[in-house]
């Protein structure tokens, strides 16, 4: 039997998604130490987890380099590549937003809009189906000074609380998309791994079925 590559993206999702992988009876115990290797392997189960920057989670997965990824519904929607998105696993909630500072609203004039973000691909298709006309300014970092300094008018963002805005004197204007982790899988290992696969969705439901009745019973 093969193994199974898993690409996690690194940080909260990655340590997230190897929990949820660990109470699936997949555990890596190597994973678990304070190392900066990036393969890690577990021979018994044949499960290898590869740690990646998020925005590279997609292309190891659509090229095959990995047969699943753990990454956030936010990196899907910019990446834009090809794979198969098998379920929402529940964790890493948080949402696009428009933000800008108190006061400003968006009119709905066929002014152009000034809109800086990380996420050009998603800002894009947004406002295309708005119909509004905007100078897109893509920044890597910080994009909460954009409008604080005049570069732009608002800003593209996730947020999870708020509390970043809020201390750069910015507001949400408007809700975009809510987003969380996605499991996503290779097209090619869907087929040729499909038992493994199906298996491991089959543990992620009765997983997230249990988080749910002991919610309830708390």
């Keep these: 039997m093969e193994y199974l ?15 949820l992988f660990k109470e699936m009876g997949f555990e890596c115990e190597e ?12 021979e018994e189960k044949l499960i290898r987890y590869i740690l990646v920057k998020a925005s590279d989670v997609p ?12 990454v956030g519904k936010d990196t899907i929607m910019e990446e834009e590549k090809e794979f198969y998105e098998l379920c929402d696993l529940g964790f890493g909630k948080c949402k696009f ?21 990380k996420y050009p691909n998603v800002a894009k298709k947004y406002f295309l189906k708005k119909g509004k006309q905007i100078d897109l300014i893509k920044l890597n970092g910080s994009v909460e000074l954009a409008p604080l300094v005049g570069l732009a008018d608002v800003i593209v963002d996730i947020v999870e609380t708020g509390r970043t805005l809020k201390e750069n004197g910015l507001k949400v204007i408007e809700d975009m998309y809510h987003i969380s982790a996605r499991l996503i899988a290779n097209k090619v290992s869907f087929k040729m791994k499909n038992n493994r ?6 543990k992620v439901r009765l997983i997230q079925e249990v988080n749910k009745r002991n919610d309830k019973d708390n």
């Excluded at 590559?5 to 929990?19: E, T």
């Design 197 to 202: 696969i199906k298996e491991i969705m089959k």
């Design 59 to 70: 292309a190891y997965v659509e090229r095959g380099a990995a047969d699943l990824g753990v």
């Design 97 to 117: 937003v428009i933000a800008g500072p108190p006061g400003y609203e968006m009119n709905t004039s066929y002014e152009t809009l000034r809109v800086a973000t």
């Design 31 to 42: 994973i678990e130490k304070n190392t900066r290797k990036l393969i890690f392997v577990n």
């Design 5 to 19: 590559n898993i690409a996690l993206a690194k940080g909260r999702l990655a340590q997230k998604g190897y929990k």
